[in-house]
């Protein structure tokens, strides 16, 4: 069975530019969560869906970061205009139900220069 | 508020020796509590987690944690260290499906 994919595996973008992060869960995992680590700091929550409904996004830093997710499948965090405090890794990670482990992709490392 | 405190950014262990990461936490309801490690290039890999029931947590690659409420600490411990535990290792605390993570250690093993 596959794991959680994520592409690009690393973006490197200037400050004001658009980057799109992409994440493939696990097939029949209807929860999929977006965690954010920045700086060698603590991984954060950013936001969570259920099939294509975003149950929660507290954690979205601000209305710059949008996420999707297609059909209840992959998922989109496109961030617009980047600044600089957007670099770190992103990861993905998606479950079954929304008590259950959640598994983790690889993550994205942005730099935004 | 829930949180999580991972006690040292960074530990090193010789081969063979005692691995043992130090995780406190803070909750105001019963705790999931989680580790995880992620090795270079790699993402987070589950080692182990405690739901309910027994204490002592055994996961993959001969750690093991135990959850002691009085003292709030999910302590990860590994008798001997391999070299291929180098890796970060992450304390992870669940509220409903939101997990609180703390800042990771990161462990290096000495030949």
Request: proline residues 4%.
């Amino acid at each position: 069975e596959a794991g959680v994919t994520q592409f690009p595996s690393h973006s490197v973008i200037e400050k004001g530019q658009t980057v799109t992060l992409r994440c493939d869960p696990i097939s029949g995992h209807d929860n999929l969560y977006w965690y954010r680590r920045v700086m060698g700091k603590e991984i954060k929550f950013l936001l969570h869906f259920v099939k294509e409904s975003k149950q929660d996004e507290s954690g979205m830093p601000n209305n710059r970061f949008l996420a999707e997710r297609t059909g209840g499948t992959y998922s989109t965090l496109k961030v617009q205009p980047a600044e600089l405090e957007d670099s770190g890794v992103y990861f993905c990670a998606s479950s079954p139900g929304y008590t259950d482990t959640q598994y983790f992709g690889p993550g994205t490392r942005l730099t935004v220069l | 508020a829930q949180s999580v405190t991972q006690l040292g950014s960074h530990v090193s262990v010789s081969e063979g020796a005692l691995v043992l990461l130090r995780c406190n936490y803070s909750s105001s309801v019963p705790p999931y509590l989680f580790w995880y490690v992620q090795y270079p290039n790699q993402g987070l890999q589950l080692l182990l987690k405690y739901t309910t029931g027994a204490t002592l947590v055994k996961g993959i690659n001969g750690f093991e944690a135990e959850f002691k409420k009085s003292e709030t600490s999910f302590h990860l411990t590994k008798p001997s260290a391999h070299m291929s535990d180098a890796a970060e290792y992450f304390c992870a605390l669940a509220n409903d499906y939101k997990l609180s993570f703390g800042a990771g250690t990161t462990v290096t093993v000495r030949a």
